[in-house]
């Protein structure tokens, strides 16, 4: 077990809610969750948490409590030393998705400092977010965001990662809280709250909101991203490891649910139109973000505070994600013999360094996010495997971290309902881009370009671990 750990089951449980909690639930769960059904599209999201987030984190947590090591090592364990190319597999996913994270955690610092410093420019949105790429400042607050995780991390565990997120989680939770308020004190916010929670029953007959609610709780939540596993390593024996994983999955929702009162009863108290409040949603990430939040806001009273409640609490939600995204990178670096301070520097200036594109171009963070993604819902596969090869022992895994009886639960879920959905969401994303040119792998969003950067990865990683341990047995 490494010497360094958690101080306490809440300082584990607050920095997985800072794992867990991210950008998506600030700005992709507002708009899933208003075009697919409003009130009725939270029945089968809750659902979700446990057909697919729960059992996965749960699993995650009691790998990382059993084998006390990071994704790449645990999976040696379970597999073989050869094959630890699948969990290395894992932590090339979620190092892609750090490689543009980073530049979008830089973009909510740089928001929340132009609040205050030049909030009248901020609201001018669209000239303001052009002249914004087109600079080097996203570049700038790129390594800003890394340079900040890394000290953090440079601190460990206790010193870095817990106390950061004791002071990081309840602070967005309150920044939320506030701006949940005012979003529904404003005149006409009210609309907004009846169409989020309004439940048109018959749109439970449509099967685009389940999928929709069972991919949006896969990527929010961290569900077999490795991340959970990772923060495991740390916790202390004897802590109740199901109770924790639920805490954490409902604490996620909670948040994604706050979001959505923020975003959509601000959109409704300037545009009661439905259809118009639709288009607004219907704007993508960082259109709805960075272009009609800063306009929304520049006719609310004391808009540059509102502006920087918002961008503050995106902020805060974006660098406690990025802290665990690194971190696994670390703790993987770490198994292999480097010292904490030497891996931390050795991470974040990879990730400066693959960040960089993504920094000078929208075009190619959006064809990452697609990419890597859905490379998560692999990862879920990826996980189901090492629960057929551990199924004899995991009553064991399951004893050591919790008093419940969820052996068979777990089992049923992971082993043979996750390879499903991991089937039919796979096939509903890439028919839902099959017009025009679906086999160019140069494409931004393409089966062609996932399947392609997703067979590099693992045949390096193939390569990279039969040569390295070939070496190995010949010595």
Request: aromatic share 18%; proline share 3%.
């Amino acid at each position: 077990m490494p010497k360094e750990g958690f101080k306490s089951r809440w300082g584990f449980i607050i920095a997985s809610l800072g794992m867990a909690i991210g950008t998506g639930n600030i700005w992709r769960f507002p708009r899933v969750v208003s075009q697919n059904g409003g009130g009725v599209f939270i029945i089968p999201w809750i659902l979700a948490l446990f057909v697919w987030s729960l059992p996965l984190i749960f699993l995650e947590y009691s790998m990382g409590v059993r084998h006390r090591k990071g994704v790449v090592s645990t999976f040696q364990e379970i597999f073989s030393e050869r094959n630890g190319w699948v969990g290395g597999f894992i932590a090339a996913v979620t190092g892609g998705i750090m490689f543009y994270y980073s530049v979008v955690t830089g973009w909510a610092l740089f928001y929340t400092l132009a609040s205050v410093a030049t909030p009248s420019k901020m609201f001018n949105s669209e000239v303001f977010w052009n002249s914004f790429q087109a600079s080097h400042l996203s570049l700038l607050f790129h390594l800003l965001a890394i340079f900040t995780v890394a000290f953090i991390l440079s601190k460990g565990v206790s010193g870095g990662i817990e106390k950061a997120t004791r002071i990081m989680i309840p602070s967005l939770f309150f920044l939320l809280i506030l701006s949940a308020i005012r979003a529904v004190t404003l005149p006409g916010g009210i609309k907004g709250l009846d169409f989020l929670f309004y439940p048109n029953f018959h749109k439970l007959l449509n099967y685009r909101v389940w999928l929709e609610a069972l991919s949006q709780s896969a990527w929010s939540t961290g569900a077999g991203w490795g991340l959970i596993l990772t923060y495991a390593v740390y916790t202390k024996k004897r802590e109740d490891g199901f109770t924790n994983s639920t805490v954490v999955v409902f604490g996620n929702n909670s948040a994604s649910i706050l979001a959505a009162i923020v975003v959509v009863s601000t959109i409704f108290a300037f545009y009661p139109d439905p259809i118009k409040a639709n288009s607004i949603l219907s704007s993508g990430n960082a259109g709805l973000t960075f272009i009609w939040i800063p306009k929304l806001f520049s006719a609310v009273p004391f808009s540059w505070l509102f502006s920087f409640l918002f961008f503050s609490a995106l902020s805060l939600a974006a660098l406690s994600s990025l802290i665990s995204l690194m971190e696994l990178e670390v703790r993987v670096v770490m198994d292999f013999g480097l010292t904490r301070l030497k891996a931390v520097v050795l991470i974040g200036f990879v990730g400066f360094i693959f960040g960089i594109p993504s920094a000078f171009s929208v075009n190619f963070l959006n064809n990452q996010d697609w990419v890597w993604g859905l490379a998560l819902l692999v990862n879920g596969v990826i996980f189901s495997a090492a629960l057929w090869k551990i199924k004899d022992k995991f009553k064991e895994y399951v004893r050591g971290c919790t008093r419940y009886r969820v052996e068979k639960y777990i089992k049923f879920i992971v082993m043979y309902i996750v390879p499903v959905e991991f089937a039919l969401l796979i096939l509903w994303w890439f028919s839902s881009v099959m017009k025009g040119k679906w086999y160019n792998p140069f494409s931004t969003y393409s089966p062609a370009t996932v399947i392609l950067q997703w067979l590099a990865v693992a045949l390096i990683l193939i390569l990279v671990f039969s040569r390295t341990y070939r070496r190995k047995d010949e010595n």
